[in-house]
Nanobody, 120 residues
C-alpha cells in the first residue's frame, strides 16, 4: 500500500486547508486510517483517526476545528482544517491499517508528510 498525502501549504491564522491522502497499490482491505502530525522539537501526535463503523476520534487541540472523512470509493482520506492556528504548523502524515489479502496479517502503512505552515 502506498499513501500519498497532499494539500499542505502556507495559510494565515484563521484560514483553512484540506489535506488528502490517497491509498494505492495492491491491497485487499483498509481498516482504520488516521492523520498524525509532527512539529520541530515535539513528538508525533495523533490528530484524528477514523475506523469503519465508528465515530471519528480527535485530539483535544483540534476538536471543533478539524474534520476527518473518508471516501472509500476513491481510497482517499481527508482532513478539513478550519480556524487554523500557528500551533497547528507541522508536517502532517497519513496512516492506514491494511492487509494485502484476506488471509494476510494487518500492517501499518505511512505516507510521506505534507507541510502545513500557519502564519500569525
Amino acid at each position: 500500500v502506498q499513501l500519498q498525502a497532499s494539500g499542505g501549504g502556507l495559510v494565515q491564522a484563521g484560514g483553512s486547508l484540506r489535506l488528502s491522502c490517497v491509498a494505492s497499490g495492491s491491497f485487499f482491505e483498509i481498516d482504520a486510517m488516521a492523520w498524525y502530525r509532527r512539529s520541530p522539537g515535539k513528538e508525533r501526535e495523533l490528530v484524528a483517526d477514523l475506523k469503519p463503523g465508528s465515530s471519528a476520534n480527535y485530539a483535544d487541540s483540534v476538536k471543533g476545528r478539524f474534520t476527518i472523512s473518508r471516501d472509500n470509493a476513491k481510497n482517499t482520506l481527508y482532513l478539513q482544517m478550519n480556524s487554523l492556528k500557528p500551533e497547528d504548523s507541522a508536517s502532517y502524515f497519513c496512516n492506514a491499517e491494511a492487509r494485502a489479502t484476506s488471509w494476510s496479517n494487518w500492517r501499518t502503512y505511512w505516507g510521506q508528510g505534507t507541510l502545513v505552515t500557519v502564519s500569525s
